[in-house]
């Protein structure tokens, strides 16, 4: 049974940073793709940052050069550190882990970034 649980949202003004945690259990994010998806009210779900088994990393063009994905093989757990953040980020964010026989997404964490 995979299990993916975020943490790390809260509220902070703009120009703050927050730090997203991803911890999985059931499967080793170590040799898969994992990523982070954001919600926004009254909006689908739209692509923030992968992470693939290998370490690569990809990024929206929304959020590159304020957001770094990341990845802690000992403690399970995938990161996204948030700098400079901007009331257009406030949203839910949602981890996601691929492993063949689909995609598994956590319950997601809120950020809401005050102007």
């Known amino acids: 049974q995979v299990q993916l649980v975020e943490s790390g949202g809260g509220l902070v003004q703009a120009g703050g940073s927050l730090r997203l945690s991803c911890a999985a259990s059931?499967?080793?994010?170590?040799?898969?793709?994992t990523a982070w998806y954001r919600q926004a009210p009254g909006k689908e779900r739209e692509f923030v940052a992968v992470?693939?088994?290998?370490?690569?990393?990809n990024y929206a063009d929304s959020v590159k050069g304020r957001v770094t994905i990341s990845r802690d093989n000992a403690k399970n757990t995938v990161y996204l550190q948030m700098n400079s953040l901007k009331p257009e980020d406030t949203a839910i964010y949602y981890c996601s882990l691929v492993v063949v026989s689909g995609t598994y997404w956590g319950q997601g964490t809120q950020v809401t970034v005050s102007s």
């Open positions: 992470i693939t088994w290998s370490g690569g990393t």
């Open positions: 059931g499967r080793s994010v170590s040799s898969r793709v």
